[in-house]
């Protein structure tokens, strides 16, 4: 919880409840604040990561919200001061600044730091199929191994039984002979 509050006479305060959000990819996320100041204040997003600064968007409450084209259909701005990011990646990971101003040129800002990890889950399940793949791949070959193992051990019954067969029939020709 951080709260960001103007001095006496001047009307920003601003409160962040979560400042710092850990988040999986695919998630939407709310950067959650709220404000409190004399008459309608400018509020401005900004996003800031080791690629530099952005601006996401700016707004007055009551008014539609100028959001840039790299975040177009990916926020929604809120009256509070909080916006909506849908479908967070990696590369939104980052500290988020968010600068409430009023008329008068009073402003304070705050600041939540959103941390976005891939999901472990989807690689393990990808991990999972593929062995359970080969493991039916592996029975599928020792069932084949073991019906040629059959057939070669009934060739070979067969071969040698004809083989007894005509041994045993010389045999008996060679005892006629006599």
């Known amino acids: 919880m951080w709260w960001a509050q103007g001095s006496a006479g001047q ?15 695919e998630e939407d996320i709310l950067l959650s604040v709220d404000y409190s100041c004399h008459g309608i204040p400018t509020i401005e997003w900004k996003y800031t990561s080791s690629w530099g600064v952005q601006k996401i968007v700016e707004w007055k409450p009551g008014t539609q919200a100028n959001i840039s084209q790299s975040h177009k259909d990916r926020v929604c701005t809120f009256d509070n001061g909080s916006i909506q990011l849908f479908s967070v990646g990696v590369r ?11 008329r008068l040129g009073s402003s304070r800002f705050g600041t939540i730091v959103l941390h976005v990890s891939e999901i472990l889950y ?5 991990v999972a199929v593929f062995l359970a793949f080969l493991v039916a791949v592996a029975a599928l070959l020792i069932s084949l191994m ?12 067969k071969r040698r039984h004809k083989l007894k067969e ?3 029939e010389e045999i008996e020709l060679q005892d006629v002979e006599c």
Do not use: M
Request: hydrophobic share 35%; with cysteine; aromatic share 14%.
């Open 166 to 168: 005509s041994t045993t």
């Open 92 to 102: 939104d990971s980052g500290s988020y600044i968010v600068t409430v101003t009023e």
């Open 11 to 25: 009307g920003v305060s601003l409160y962040i409840p979560q400042p710092a959000i850990n988040a999986t990819v």
């Open 146 to 157: 073991w019906v040629c193992n059959k057939c070669a051990y009934k060739f070979q019954r």
């Open 122 to 126: 989807e690689d393990l399940h990808f």
